[in-house]
């Protein structure tokens, strides 16, 4: 037989081969008013008001994820060698969810090693995280990085990327950071809460310095 039971929302739905001394007392669950026809896209829920229906953000969900890391050092540069562990970190543990929903993953590691190449990507700073072509963050900072000032012999300090978490800004990019950005894009929501990232091909000054540099070693 069918009855109705309760789920985790509070909303009733039609269980099956339940047996026969359940009911709807036992579970807790609301029943239809006596006399009244539920139609097929009404739902009555125990303790809330309204309709319940799955947030727009859950309803669409992505196959297929491809994740750039673009950066231009890891012999010596913390925060490329770092952004890359936390990157690391975060596919690991966001990897068995991904696969339970049927989501194929491909992670592309780039060095970024001249200033053509970095107009061709639109690479504006280093390191950068892209999830399905889009940076998991506009709205970076840059400070000055002792790292990649040793690499070259640069007139001017080189800077590199910094990342805002949580009202806290970071030279490394917390993991959950980056499985937010993952988990946002998968299931639509990314729209929402980041912004289109346009594409340029200016190479800014910083980025100019330094491949002029090393190049010239």
Request: with cysteine; charged share 25%; glycine share 8%.
């Amino acid at each position: 037989m069918s009855s109705k039971v309760k789920d985790t929302n509070g909303c009733c739905y039609e269980a099956v081969n339940m047996s026969e001394s359940s009911s709807t007392s036992d579970t807790g669950c609301c029943a239809p008013p006596n006399g009244s026809n539920k139609g097929e896209n009404d739902s009555v829920c125990c303790g809330s008001q309204g309709t319940s229906t799955l947030p727009n953000n859950m309803q669409v969900k992505k196959e297929h994820l491809d994740i750039d890391f673009m950066y231009l050092d890891l012999s010596i540069c913390t925060r490329c060698q770092g952004t890359e562990s936390s990157l690391d970190e975060a596919i690991t543990e966001v990897s068995k969810i991904l696969e339970a929903t049927g989501t194929q993953v491909n992670v592309q590691k780039i060095h970024v090693k001249s200033e053509v190449q970095a107009a061709e990507l639109g690479f504006v700073v280093s390191p950068t995280i892209r999830v399905n072509g889009q940076d998991i963050q506009m709205n970076f900072r840059e400070s000055r990085c002792e790292s990649c000032g040793t690499l070259c012999d640069c007139e001017g300090e080189v800077s590199c990327r910094e990342w805002e978490y949580q009202g806290q800004w970071y030279v490394v990019p917390p993991k959950g950071l980056i499985i937010e950005a993952i988990l946002m894009e998968v299931y639509g929501g990314a729209k929402e809460e980041r912004e289109v990232a346009h594409r340029t091909e200016r190479v800014p000054d910083n980025l100019k310095r330094f491949f002029d540099s090393t190049h010239q070693k």
